[in-house]
């Protein structure tokens, strides 16, 4: 049973432009959502969170939003860079252990 | 410089020999956490612990033992009995207990089972 899902296994952009990497959850007792971002053999990195009390929040160029309704969340980074090429993994709680999504692997083209 | 760090990075076993992956952090925090990560797929909890001396199964624990003797590390044994144990293995850690809390992972240990 995959509580959390990132459907597009991968995702390539052009440098400068928008990156929105997608996100759904079926558990509606997850209320705390997180963003991580993981390069090739190493441990992911926290990106940014959010709460279910917000819709959006916003850190530098990265944005994650909210739709409780829906149960998906997205992340928006602008503007892409090199960089930012990796995999991102999106995770959700409700008090008890992290859930992970499979990963979108990101990748930005010059 | 603090934060979490396992040795090795890559290790070679012999099938149905017994392997034990180290973990190590000096955040001075309560919880940590084991991880398994397939290609394709999500982080997936092995075990985790809240506090020393304690510890609960993941999701997947069958053929996997660890133990919390202090604050600062967490191994892992993977025994002879884990079906498939060639992955990507992830040591996490974080302030308190599972829940509203980031975790701080490791490097990682690839683990291929010849």
């Known amino acids: 049973d995959q509580q959390v899902k990132q459907n597009s296994p991968s995702l390539s952009v052009q440098e400068g432009r928008i990156s929105i990497l997608n996100c759904d959850y079926t558990?509606?007792?997850?209320?705390?959502f997180l963003w991580y971002k993981k390069y090739p053999a190493e441990g992911p990195t926290f990106l940014i969170s959010?709460?279910?009390?917000?819709d959006k929040n916003e850190d530098g160029r990265f944005t994650v939003f909210l739709n409780k309704s829906a149960k998906h969340l997205s992340l928006h980074i602008v503007p892409s860079q090199p960089g930012d090429s990796a995999v991102y993994f999106c995770a959700a709680t409700g008090a008890q252990k992290l859930v992970f999504g499979q990963g979108t692997r990101l990748t930005i083209n010059p | 410089d603090g934060g979490i760090t396992q040795s090795p990075k890559y290790l070679f076993r012999k099938e149905g020999q017994n392997v034990t992956l180290s973990c190590e952090q000096n955040l001075n925090h309560d919880a940590m956490y084991w991880y398994r990560q397939d290609p394709g797929q999500g982080l997936r909890l092995i075990y985790y612990?809240?506090?020393?001396?304690?510890?609960q199964k993941g999701d997947i624990a069958e053929g996997y033992s660890v133990s919390r003797e202090k604050k600062e590390s967490f191994p892992l044994t993977v025994t002879s009995a884990q079906k498939n144990p060639t992955a990507f293995y992830l040591c996490?850690?974080?302030?308190?207990?599972?829940?509203?809390?980031?975790?701080?992972f490791g490097p990682g240990t690839r683990l291929t089972v010849l």
């Open positions: 996490a850690s974080s302030i308190k207990g599972i829940g509203y809390n980031e975790q701080f």
């Open positions: 612990s809240q506090i020393v001396n304690d510890f």
């Open positions: 558990n509606s007792m997850f209320d705390y």
């Open positions: 959010i709460s279910s009390i917000k």
